[in-house]
């Protein structure tokens, strides 16, 4: 099974700041037709998660464009530009390059 | 409107059964995979399985952790997604999301998830 790793797990923020997460997999998700088969989660408290990217780098409807992502291969970053507190909330990566999916343990980002 | 709505959570002994049902609309039920997804009490997610389509012959798969134990169907005619799970577990409790997932030639993430159905494995 492919292992997924989220890197900070907890993110205090300050609103109007940048905040980054990090995702790294254990093996490449990058598919031969040249996407990269992961995704991002949000999921706000007491909510079910919410689709924010998908193919890697494709963003779900809906979603601001404070929000952005980059990386192929193994390693992926999320990056918001500037957090609001509508934002809080475990984010999630999950692969879907090859079944079993698998998600990371999630970053849970709240405002400091 | 998307929409997936889940029911069938509870309380069961270990051992026991339980069957939770998932009713899709605003969509082509048909023309979609779906997936189960859990979350454990404080936890984070974890992919349970998925039913694939008529394209694809309805074939089935699922984590390692729920193998033999759970199924995996689907009814194109009303549109519903199930999940029977038997031999519970009290690791087992968690709340259960179904998920849209991917059509034929198109991947696009798990958009649309329902509100989850609890269920609690305890003696």
């Known amino acids: 099974d492919i292992v997924m790793t989220q890197s900070p797990l907890s993110l205090p923020v300050t609103p109007g700041e940048p905040a980054s997460i990090s995702c790294r997999s254990s093996q490449s998700l990058l598919y031969s037709n040249g996407y990269n088969y992961l995704d991002w989660y949000l999921q706000k408290p007491g909510k079910s998660p919410q689709l924010l990217f998908y193919?890697?780098?494709t963003r779900a409807s809906g979603v601001p464009d404070r929000f952005s992502v980059s990386g192929s291969g193994t390693d992926f970053i999320l990056k918001i530009t500037r957090v609001e507190a509508e934002d809080v909330g475990v984010y999630y990566c999950m692969q879907a390059v090859q079944t079993p999916f698998t998600f990371g343990p999630g970053t849970k980002v709240e405002i400091k | 409107e998307v929409q997936l709505v889940e029911s069938g959570g509870g309380l069961v002994q270990p051992g026991g059964s339980l069957r939770l049902s998932c009713a899709a609309s605003g969509f082509t039920f048909s023309d979609h995979y779906m997936d189960w997804v859990r979350q454990a009490p404080g936890k984070g997610l974890e992919w349970v399985g998925r039913a694939t389509n008529k394209a694809n012959n309805y074939i089935t798969e699922y984590a390692a952790s729920v193998k033999d134990r759970f199924t995996i169907a689907r009814d194109d005619s009303t549109n519903s997604l199930y999940l029977q799970m038997n031999s519970l577990k009290i690791g087992d409790t968690a709340v259960y999301y179904c998920?849209?997932?991917?059509?034929?030639?198109?991947?696009?993430?798990?958009?649309?998830w329902g509100q989850g159905a609890p269920v609690i494995v305890s003696s």
């Open positions: 998920a849209r997932g991917r059509i034929i030639g198109s991947y696009r993430g798990f958009d649309c």
């Open positions: 193919l890697g780098s």
